[in-house]
């Protein structure tokens, strides 16, 4: 015994020593009212000093692992090791998941998507690019914020949010036009918590959620997972199909409506102001929930600035509208907001403190901090030009190589291709990965299951160089495939 100790880390070693001792002890190697060694013999039989085990033994008996009886020494705790029953029972989980956990597996692209080994160049991710972070600032937002009311922050929040913050982005949104008169917030882990939350509010009267087709794959499997039945309309160069969604809001009722206005995932269009207006109308005369994913406003690289479909709503309370920092600033910090009807907020609030009771005041509290030091406009420009100058590039090669049908993206962090109908993306990303280039091909934004000849390119991660080799790569491998 004790030859198999080994110092691993940095961690204190009196630490390291108890842990061990502990684990002999709960595996049943020492057993209850065994003697432990004296601190001498221990320390050199693991090679430490003696006050190392001595504060080791002190730390164990903290704990309840260990007693000293007077001028005996060390001995184990009786009760202290793990009982196992006699048979060492095994349950087959899979026959005990309900089919919620089942669907969720079944969606998980993370699971079932397209690995990428080292040096392939990659267009599947629409993430930031963290060379671009200002550490420096963050860290200064961290430090601040700590000096000021670090106990407070590490103690419980508020379900609601960090209320400093919940003011800036109630200004922030304010300055977007949105007439804030009867509304509030609500902080969440992203937009991706926000849209659950909203989702598992809402009734559910008719089962129905009609949407841009093709649309963002997470809120796809959000919505299917709350088991909605998905209506997709069909995307025009500004935007959602007018015609086509009138057309299915005579045929059906709908309990909501989700929409992506700005830099849509997957096709990077932006809605017209005209058209905000027109759909507000329409959705309007239906009395049709809007769900507004905002996730993308600020990474505009030309033309002038798109007002939300909130503010085109003026003070009515029918949209509810996700916000998110995710591809602005940090998705790691996976802060996001929900901006509503101030009565909805009061009851979205009630679900997520019984679901999470509130997102990390930490992190809140950094991400405020980091926006009130001014730090977000200055970050802006900075990421703005680098992803501009990036989309251009990744669009002249698009132009340069690839044989499209269309090409779609107003802004954003990526561009949406289609091919000729009867080309199939999947076709070309198994030999495209072949040749070390991998994309998202685009059937999974389709809530119909077409869109088997699309893909969407995410060039924020990918170098100029890779940039341009890959998408030589994919447009020569499309031409072959065409014959
Ligand atoms: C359409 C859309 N909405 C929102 C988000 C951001 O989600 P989250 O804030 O949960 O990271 C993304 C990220 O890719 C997205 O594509």
């Known amino acids: 015994m004790f030859n198999d100790f080994k110092l691993m880390d940095d961690r204190p070693v009196y630490i390291q020593v108890k842990d061990y001792l502990k684990r002999l ?17 221990l ?8 006050n190392t085990v001595i504060s080791a033994y002190a730390e164990l008996q903290e704990d309840g692992f260990a007693y000293t009886a007077q001028g005996k020494g060390s001995y184990v705790a009786a009760g202290s090791s793990s009982v196992t029953a006699p048979s060492s029972w095994q349950m087959d989980w899979k026959t005990r998941l309900n089919g919620h956990a089942r669907l969720a597996e079944e969606l998980d692209l993370m699971k079932r998507g397209i690995r990428a080994d080292k040096g392939t160049i990659s267009f599947t991710s629409i993430a930031p690019d963290e060379k671009l972070f200002d550490l420096d600032n963050f860290k200064r937002a961290f430090l601040d914020r700590m000096s000021v009311e670090g106990d407070v922050l590490l103690n419980y929040g508020y379900a609601k949010g960090y209320k400093p913050l919940i003011d800036y982005l109630l200004r922030y949104m304010d300055h977007k036009g949105v007439d804030l008169k009867g509304k509030d917030i ?14 598992s509010a809402l009734s559910k009267k008719n089962g129905t959620v009609i949407c841009e087709n093709p649309t963002h794959h997470t809120a796809i499997k959000n919505l299917k997972l709350h088991g909605f039945d998905i209506t997709g309309i069909p995307m025009e160069r500004d935007g959602i199909n007018l015609r086509e969604l009138e057309r299915a ?30 759909l507000m109308k329409l959705m309007t005369r239906h009395q049709i929930p809007v769900i507004e994913d905002g996730f993308n406003e600020e990474l505009r690289y030309s033309g002038s600035h798109v007002s939300p479909l909130m503010a085109t709503a003026g003070q009515g309370n029918g949209v509810i509208y996700l916000g998110s920092f995710s591809k602005v600033l940090f998705p790691g910090l996976r802060v996001g907001w929900v901006l509503a009807d101030r009565e909805l907020i009061y009851y979205l609030e009630s679900i997520k403190r019984a679901r999470t009771i509130h997102t990390s005041t930490i992190d809140q509290s950094i991400l405020y901090q980091y926006l009130h030091n001014g730090n977000l ?20 090669c698009c132009k340069e190589y690839i044989p499209y049908t269309q090409l779609s993206g107003d802004g954003g962090l990526h561009l949406f291709v289609a091919f000729g109908e009867g080309f199939h993306t999947r076709e070309l990303l198994d030999a495209c990965s072949r040749q070390g280039v991998i994309f998202t091909p685009g059937d999974i934004f389709f809530t119909d299951g077409k869109g088997q000849h699309t893909m969407r390119l995410g060039f924020s991660r990918v170098s100029d160089e890779n940039i341009s080799k890959g998408i030589r790569i994919i447009g020569e491998t499309a031409k072959q495939l065409m014959g």
């Open 249 to 278: 809001l005579s045929e059906q009722a709908y309990d909501c409506a989700y929409f992506v206005p700005s830099y849509h995932n997957p096709t990077g269009i932006v809605m017209s102001p005209e058209k905000r207006i027109e």
């Open 43 to 50: 320390g050199m039989l693991l090679n430490v000093s003696r």
């Open 186 to 199: 609500l902080i969440t882990n992203g937009f991706t918590e926000g849209f659950d939350i909203v989702l």
């Open 377 to 396: 406009e200055k970050y802006l420009k900075k990421a703005r030009a680098e992803y501009k100058r990036k989309y251009e590039w990744t669009l002249q």
């Open 25 to 41: 002890i709960i595996k049943g190697a020492l057993q209850a009212n065994q003697r432990l060694p004296s601190t001498r013999e």
